[in-house]
Structure formats: C-alpha cells, structure tokens
C-alpha cells in the first residue's frame, strides 16, 4: 500500500485554527498517514520583513501540532538556500520519502486561483495530486476553468465533479470544508490593537505569541 502524504504550505504568521480544522478534515477525508506542515522560510509573495522569523512561526506550529498523533511540521524550507519555492519542496519531499509516498499538496480555492503566479507552478501538477479546500467567496467551478485555462486542456472531471483526472498529470480533488473566517492578518490586527486573540489560536500559541510579544504595535497588521 502507498503511503499517503498530506503537505500544507503557507506561512503561518500565526498558524491559526482556520489552517488546522482544514488540515483535520483533509485527513480524515483522505485517510492521510501524515500531514505536513511547512512553513515558508522566504516566500517570494511575502517580503521578508513583513514577517515574524522563521523560527517564530515554526515553534507554533510546533506547539499547535504537538498533541495530533499523524500532524508534523518540517523545517525543510528553513534549511533549503533562498526563496522557498513549493515545486523545489515538492522535489525533495518526493526524493525523500521514495516511491511507495503518494503526496497530497492541500491549498485553499483562495490560493489555488493565484498558482499561476507561483515559480514554475505546472510542475507543481506533476508532483503532487491537489486537494483544493473551499473558501468563502469562491466558486467550485473555478477550479475547473483554471485548469483549463492555466494548466492543461485535457483535464477531466469526474461525474461528481469532485475530481479532475488528466492523461499524464496527477488528479485534482476538490474538497467541501467547514468555512472557517478566520485568516492570520486577522490575529496579527487584533493581536496588535490589543485585542483578543483567544479561540482564534490554540492555547499554546496564544500563550507563545504573548510571552515574545510578536505582533504588539505593529504599525501595519497586513503585513
Ligand atoms: P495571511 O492572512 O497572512 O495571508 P492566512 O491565514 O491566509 O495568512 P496562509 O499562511 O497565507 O494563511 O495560508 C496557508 C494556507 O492555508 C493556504 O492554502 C490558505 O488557503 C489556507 N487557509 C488560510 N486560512 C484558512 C482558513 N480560515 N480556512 C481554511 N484554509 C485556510
Ligand atoms: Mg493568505
């Protein structure tokens, strides 16, 4: 039996409960041996400055996985030189866990429309099989014009449009979610006011971000 990977790229600036009930429910959905979290150490969408350091984001990521016995975090993107680049990380992942791993690159339909930003992003199509998460105030259907459009036009969905299948590429699957409204420059805005972040994060993050004090007085929480 292959095993089934689950991989979640982002920045985590904080990880919130948002990125974690998403992350629950691809697993249970995809019956996935592990999820990965991986944090971008340098990611070329996010200047660097506008970012809590590596460190920071990994240690609660850390701290939020912790007690889930099939979550991990990786610090791969923190020990590769550079920007972090998901096709790159794909690559290793596939080198490090060999034939026998399926992976499963899971992004939400808000970050999924905009792949085609993203450094060499139809490789990405060749690497990993997709899970394309719902998001409020996205259409299903535009994961089907995107592909089409953006990737190839030999794509196939399934009769119940869960799944592409494409002659050469791996599967796209898209997902239904709970809908979650939560997003970190969310918590990095309220946490900056002084307002509470509580129920938004785990305890344990909540408990981090307050003894380092990440995001008081940032002067622009979008950031
Ligand atoms: P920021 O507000 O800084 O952009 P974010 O909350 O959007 O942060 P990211 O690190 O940018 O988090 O996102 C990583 C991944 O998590 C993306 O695939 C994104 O679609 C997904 N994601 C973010 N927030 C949620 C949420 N509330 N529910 C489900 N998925 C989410
Ligand atoms: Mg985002």
Same mark, same amino acid.
């Given at each position: 039996m292959l095993k089934r990977i689950g991989v979640m790229g982002g920045t985590f600036d904080p990880v919130h409960i948002g990125?974690?009930?998403m992350a629950e429910e691809a697993l249970e &959905?995809?019956?996935?041996?592990?999820?990965?979290?991986?944090?971008? &150490?340098?990611?070329?969408? %996010?200047?660097e400055k506008s970012l809590r350091a590596f460190e920071h984001r990994l240690r609660m990521l850390e701290l939020a996985v912790d007690a889930h016995p099939k979550f991990r975090v990786s610090d791969l993107e923190g020990r590769l030189?550079?920007? !972090?680049?998901?096709?790159?990380?794909?690559?290793?992942?596939?080198?490090?866990?060999?034939?026998? &791993?399926?992976?499963?690159?899971?992004?939400?339909?808000?970050?999924?429309?905009e792949l085609d930003t993203w450094w060499n992003y139809r490789e990405l199509f060749e690497r990993a099989r997709m899970v394309v998460l719902s998001r409020p105030g996205y259409e299903e259907e535009d994961v089907g014009l995107f592909l089409a459009r953006k990737v190839s036009p030999f794509y196939e969905m399934d009769r119940n449009c869960t799944s592409f299948t494409?002659?050469?590429?791996?599967?796209?699957?898209?997902? %239904?979610?709970?809908?979650?409204?939560? !997003? +970190?420059?969310?918590?990095?805005?309220? +946490? !900056?006011?002084?307002? !509470?972040i509580r129920y938004l994060v785990l305890p344990e993050v909540l408990r981090y971000i307050e003894k380092n004090k990440l995001y008081r007085g940032l002067s622009n929480p979008v950031q």
């Open positions: 990125h974690l009930r &959905a995809f019956g996935f041996d592990e999820l990965l979290f991986i944090p971008a &150490a340098d990611p070329p969408h %996010k200047t030189p550079g920007k !972090s680049y998901t096709v790159i990380t794909l690559g290793r992942l596939q080198e490090e866990y060999g034939p026998e &791993a399926e992976l499963y690159f899971l992004v939400g339909l808000d970050a999924f429309v494409h002659p050469t590429l791996l599967p796209v699957h898209c997902m %239904k979610n709970t809908h979650l409204e939560i !997003s +970190s420059t969310l918590i990095r805005r309220l +946490s !900056s006011q002084g307002r !509470s």
